[in-house]
């Protein structure tokens, strides 16, 4: 079975200053791993994945994520916030044997971005 | 490409009633997927499809819950009947080669069960 962890349901920053959004995960396959961004009302829209090959994944907005296999994390970085950003992030895992099991959604970060 | 089209955007409906939603894949994507997103139990698949073949519904709540896949271009999901429970967003996405692979999502169905 896998899972996947969002660490913070909530995640305040000021504009300017950097954001982490926290991912973890557990899969007994190698994983894929993607992270999703939904803004009010919206459907999600991919931000980037991770498919085995470089570790450190840029996608779009300026947002970035390392995939450190030791830790079994996926944290979502970006080094200025920016209003546009706040919005619900998902972290999504899936294994290669695809499937409904296969296919794991986290919980979802909210985050809040101050003037 | 217009993206994943769902209709309809909102709809409210009383208790027992029967609820069709409707989905467009993008064109070309030969998978289509199924979800569910509430406060309580956040996003959760609930089947997809593969070239218009359920592969996996194992994510259907219950048998009040039914999806088909006509043709490539069409998918609906039906309640029938409706309880207040499953009030929630529904969202249909679709892939393009995989069940693994970037995952292009409609902007969702808000039901609301009176």
């Known amino acids: 079975a896998q899972s996947v962890t969002q660490l913070d349901s909530h995640v305040s920053v000021s504009e300017g200053t950097p954001v982490l959004l926290r991912c973890n995960y557990s899969?007994?396959?190698?994983?894929?791993l993607f992270w999703y961004v939904q803004h009010p009302n919206k459907g999600l829209q991919l931000l980037l994945k991770?498919?085995?090959?470089?570790?450190l994944v840029k996608g779009i907005n300026g947002f970035e994520a390392e995939f450190k296999k030791s830790e079994t994390s996926f944290h979502l970085t970006k080094p200025s916030a920016h209003m546009s950003d706040a919005a619900e992030y998902f972290c999504v895992v899936i294994h290669s044997g695809g499937g409904a099991d296969g296919l794991t959604f986290g919980k979802g970060t909210h985050l809040i971005i101050q003037p | 490409d217009a993206g994943v089209i769902q209709s309809p955007r909102h709809e409210v409906t009383e208790m027992g009633q029967e609820v069709t939603l409707r989905c467009k894949p993008i064109s070309g994507h030969d998978y289509l997927f199924w979800y569910r997103q509430t406060m309580m139990r956040g996003l959760e698949l609930l089947i997809y499809?593969?070239?218009?073949?359920?592969?996996?519904d194992s994510g259907m709540p219950e048998d009040r819950f039914s999806a088909k896949m006509p043709n490539a271009s069409f998918s609906t999901l039906k309640i029938q009947p409706s309880e207040p429970r499953d009030s929630a967003v529904y969202f249909c996405?679709?892939?393009?080669?995989?069940?693994?692979?970037?995952?292009?999502f409609g902007p969702g169905t808000r039901l609301t069960v009176l």
């Open positions: 499809f593969n070239n218009n073949v359920p592969i996996d």
């Open positions: 996405a679709s892939s393009p080669d995989s069940s693994t692979d970037t995952q292009y």
């Open positions: 899969s007994s396959y190698s994983p894929s």
């Open positions: 991770y498919t085995s090959a470089a570790t």
